[in-house]
């Protein structure tokens, strides 16, 4: 130890006066007031990115950044905005609210980032809407398909938008999918096997609520509520034999619908029973399972069919060539977000002042291969994804694995998101 | 919170009582095979293998690899126990047995660094996407009918292997050499070593003995549980459960520890299915209030 204090310490003085050296520039271009824009004029935009990109979701995460690096290098390609390139950092919260926060935080303060992509699921982008209110930083929320994180007032910042699925609207579309599937078929008998956690719970509550609203003579006769990342089915799938149900929902997703599905399927549960299930169509689940029923309503996730456009082909096209993962919903739902925040960069002219670009994203829409005639929109008033594909397939076996999409018209999911606003105090 | 009337009516009812009790079997049995490395460990070298779920998550990748090569389930299983015991033996020497006998915490966050490690390696070498090994030819039969319930052929071979190995076990260790050795070591390695055996051998090939079983349940249990990274994390908790309330060190105490809990978990998504987790909890609560050695254990509570 004391050796170390009476060592010559050359090194660090020269280190000393280089940090003063970029400290007085520092402080001598501050003085000289170059205008900021000037000063960033070569400088890439930073975007920072929390998300999770380790543990059981991982995939998720990493399709996330494979479509926003997909993206981003084309708005380069083309010469960037403003003559400045995109630049996307990235973090890996793990999913955890508090790591996601403070994440966020480094991202602007130390990394320099102008733009906020928050990539994260439902528990985190609570913590990171807060973060974005609190240092007026601007932000798009990406994955977080909780309703009332742009639906609640109390949940709205002026600077802040939802670039992704809001699960009310899937309920509304979900429901007249079931509802005319049971009416047709003459099925009233409900189970319902979800993960036993706020979305699960959340997401059957408001999928069964719509149900019953366009098929008043539905009835549930048995939940059963698995944990989140529970290895073993099989006393659900018993359970679910035993009630003899008609029709079955489940909102389970990634490897937990997988195992769920090969494990039912030894019990031949499919056979018995028609089954919906909203997270069934994303590419990584439908090629995992090993024993893929056919017959199995799935809701929309991402799918290179779902608009069945040559846009939407070559969007998956580029994608595939570029990632090594597969797309799933995460990833369409990050690709529009970097297209929204290029088109408002495009509006404000390369300025990414937080104010500037909330009001040039409030009620933008842009050109996009995920929606509905070709386009999407952030809404004005609750800052929030509409006009996105919403509706059930029907699994087959073989690739394309899902076909016959039944779509949901929007005026239909207005007319109820409305009244759903209005039974939550929320409109 | 208690459905009485379902529990009362699947009681009585043989097809449910089939369903359930079979269910809750073979879910006992896969966590018998995981909690019996566990307590097999501990009973020996007295630590705790925080770190066991990854040899479970091992042994079901490589199962996976192996079958997706050769499409020969049986092969798969075997290289997966093997590859997770070799892991093991390599866990041993080189990292948890520089950390044998300092405290508690420090073994565990050398288990948790050990843990971060292997879910990352497994993200690297086979991706974050999840993967499904799906059930191999001989095994797509339809369902045997029994009583009016369903018992699916491939858990009867799940169920059959797993009591077989659990077995093998306690032959392995009360009847062999290798089990006398291994047992006096545990009570008093010096006194071995003065005779000539290298006690560290025996307890390395015991540990990876132990992370085989772990791996031996992740390949049985890969063609019907999606492989992820992390994997690992789930299992080992409900392993730990059976081996306190079992008793830590006894194999036999695993085994009817994983039946409680497997039946457990079968009846109570009937009856209440919204306190299953709570009532495993609630058991190992209660064997820890009124029998803290556990139901077979015998030594001191450490």
Redesign the interface.
Known sequence: MKKSHSSPRRGLDRRTVLKGAAAAAAVGTGITGFPAYLKAANTPIKIGVPTILSGRVAILGESSVAAIKNEVRKINEAGGIEGRTLEPVFRDSRGKPDEAARMTRDLVNNEGCEIIIDAEASGASFAVNEVVRDMKQYCIHTNSETSSLTADPKNQVDWVFRGCRQGIHDAVGGGLVAAKVVKEKGLKKWATISPDYAYGRANTEEFMEYVKLFAPETEVITETWPKLFQPDYTENVTALLNAQPEVLYSCLWGGDLVAFFDQASLYGLFDQFTAFAVNLGDYPVLTAIKSRPAGVYSGSRYHKDIPDTPENEAWYESYMANADVLPTNWAWQNAAAINFIAEALKKTGGNTDTMKMAEATSGLTINSPFGVDGTLTIREEDHTLVNYMVGYSKTIVNEPYVVNFDQTAWSEIYKHEAEWKKRNGYA | MFDLD?LAS?LS?S??LV??A???L??GM?LFLVASGVTLIFGVLHVINFAHGSFYMVGAYLAYTTYVVTGNYFLAALVGGVGAGITGILFERLIISRVYGQNLLMQLLVCYAFILIV??LV?IIW?????????PAEFRL??LRFAGG?I?P??LFLVGVAVAIGLGSVLLVTKTRFGKIVRAAALNAPMVSALGIRVNVYFALLFGFGCALAGVAGAL?A?????????G???LVESFIVTVIGGMGSIPGAFLAAIILGLT??I???GF??F??GAMFMIMALVLIFRPTGLLGQGAVR
Not at chain 2, 127 to 135: C, K
Not at chain 2, 223 to 231: E, N
């Open positions: 379902a699947c009812a097809a449910c369903n359930q079979t269910s809750g073979i879910i896969l879910d990352d993200k991706g974050a996407e999840y993967l499904a090994m799906g059930i339809p369902p369903f699916p491939f858990y249990a063609p019907v549980r999606s492989l992820t990274p992390g994997m994390l789930g299992i978990r079968s109570g998504s009937v299915p919204l299953v987790d």
